[in-house]
């Protein structure tokens, strides 16, 4: 069992680390390759009881249709623009101000029910999840500052992967934050704003 949850565990790095470049090159096809991600991360948190990672990681798979579809229409607002321009939405007052609300109220909720849960790493797991919850939306909604959010989002998990042995797993969300710094300079140095 231990071989089958390590290879899992390369698998998701390598499909991870697909991902990065296509997220950061806003290529559609990164969403395909989220869902295979998603299913590999949510197995290997689920093993080590992370409950919220785990179910987070399952959020992504069904988050990858949806922006698979989004990012589809925007690009078609975009037509005759090129292929190397970005399509970038403006975040709201409100939608920053209820993004806030739902990270507090949430992360409150979800550290309860993983306590009660038996999970481990709780409040870690609990912060983790819903904010890259936050992030993903703002991701499919195109938000360049969904590149902030995943800053921090992927430092705690790259400590808390640290923390329960997921190794392959923490090396790839160090590579997360890497390459959300690269991504929001280079998004915002390519990106037009259409809405």
Known sequence: MELAVRTIELFAFITGIIYIILEIRQKNMMWVIGI????????????????????????????SIWGLVQWRRDKGALAGEGESVIHLNRLSLKTALVSLAIFLLGSACLV?????????????????????????????????????????????????????????????????????????YHWMRKGKVIC
């Open 36 to 63: 295979l991600t998603g299913l590999a991360c949510s197995f290997s948190f689920a093993v080590q009881h992370l409950y919220a990672s785990m179910g987070l990681n399952i959020y992504y798979v069904f988050v």
């Open 112 to 184: 309860f029910i993983l306590r009660l849960a038996g999970g481990s790493e709780t409040s870690f797991d609990a912060v983790v999840a819903v904010m890259s919850a936050i992030g993903t939306w703002w991701l499919a909604r195109s938000y360049p500052q969904q590149w902030l959010v995943w800053i921090v989002a992927d430092l705690l998990s790259t400590v808390l992967c640290l923390k329960t042995g997921m190794y392959w797993m923490a090396v790839l969300y160090l590579a997360y934050t890497a390459s959300a710094v690269f991504g929001y």
